[in-house]
């Protein structure tokens, strides 16, 4: 029997960390698309307005880009992306921290979808 695709998601809201642990699997390999989005809330004017996203995997930092707000009075954000393979028995924890300085956190959501036969599972 064909397994099914593992979806994982968090959505933290306005927090500014979001964990997600995925738990091992004794029984197969697994690959993950892993996705993280932070989206801000730009202050009008910007007046210097910031934000900042930093990945982490299994503890060690992935990624970090901090970039200046645009779009005032609008939404702004940052995207990462990346696939992890995990060997069978290994766990995955993935750590979003988002930054802002004159912007406020809206939503930092973190989604691995584990890919079957080269495709990660719809919806």
Same mark, same amino acid.
């Given at each position: 029997m064909k397994p099914q695709a593992e979806?994982?998601?968090?959505?933290?809201?306005?927090?500014?960390?979001?964990?997600?642990t995925i738990p091992g699997s004794l029984e197969r390999h697994r690959s993950?698309?892993?996705d993280v989005t932070l989206v801000v809330r730009v202050p009008q004017p910007l007046a210097g307005a910031w934000h900042a996203l930093?990945? @982490?995997l299994d503890g060690r930092q992935k990624w970090s880009r901090r970039i200046n707000?645009?779009?005032? *009075?609008?939404?702004?954000?940052?995207d990462h992306h990346c696939?992890? @393979?995990l060997p069978a028995g290994q766990a995955l924890r993935v750590r979003a921290v988002?930054?802002?300085? *004159?912007?406020?956190?809206?939503?930092?959501?973190?989604e691995a979808r584990e890919e079957l036969d080269g495709r990660a599972p719809a919806g």
């Open positions: 979806v994982w998601r968090l959505d933290a809201g306005g927090a500014s960390v979001a964990v997600l993950f698309d892993v930093t990945v @982490e707000s645009n779009s005032p *009075g609008q939404t702004d954000g940052l696939r992890i @393979e988002a930054a802002v300085g *004159g912007a406020v956190v809206s939503q930092l959501l973190v």
